[in-house]
């Protein structure tokens, strides 16, 4: 049952903050504002139904280290991301016209800190930690990201390839990412820094959503293979194959901390993996 209500909770939260953002698009900083509440509220409710339902202090989303771990994440996504951008317009594939907005960019700030707060809170903080509990380390981290990438065939340019890389390197990585730190902070980050990067900064397509108005005026073209098409660079070969090696860097960590949760045998009792050492 705590599976259940942990993720009913959570997803309301996020529901009533992506209506209320939705409803003032086109309004920077109602959309900042709402956003930013939309992620405080989420990790609050997260927290409260944590402690309730599994009657042990949310330590994976504690105040303690919860500024350097985001900051550490959103650094890495945002120059794991810089590095997608590279490499294509490296081939020639990616185009700056000019500027772009900064308001516009600003409000991408809430928008993708609600985003980020709540599908980390939902993916890794209930389904990959409870599965990982009963099944282990691998397959919570296959199945949890398998479901990360069907979730964006919602999408509206949704693609099959482009979930399939989705679930390979946001789902592998920021599984890897929780694995290896045991708290909620760095993925969040790191989400937060790809998604910034992708649509704040670089103004590209955001997982089949459509193109963002961020800091730069700028447009992909090519091999949808290089570019992610209308996608995304999400869809392109160049994003799972820094995916992936991020994805093992973070799990070569997890290996040396001791923080791989082998698959529990018949009989054997599930234990809390949240309270791990970092």
Known sequence: MRLVWQLSAVSAVAFVG?????AVEGNWFLTLALGVLTAVAAVVVYGWVVRRTEHRPSTEVGRDGARAAFGRGALIGVVTFACVIANIAFLGDYTVHGTGSVTGAVGL????AAAA???ELLFRGVLFRIVEERTGTWI???STGVLFGMMHLLNKDATLWGALAIAIEAGGMLGAA???TRTLWLPIGL????NFAESAIFGTEVSGSGAQKGLLDASTSGAQLITGGEFGPEASVYSVLLGVLVTVAFLRLAKRRGHLVPRRRRGV??????????
């Open 269 to 278: 009792p599930a234990g809390s993996v949240a309270t791990l050492p970092r």
């Open 140 to 142: 919570a981290l296959t």
């Open 117 to 119: 707060t709540t599908e």
């Open 191 to 194: 989400h937060f820094g790809w």
């Open 109 to 112: 700030v809430g928008f993708m």
């Open 18 to 22: 992506g209506q209320a953002v939705a």
């Open 178 to 180: 929780y694995a290896a």
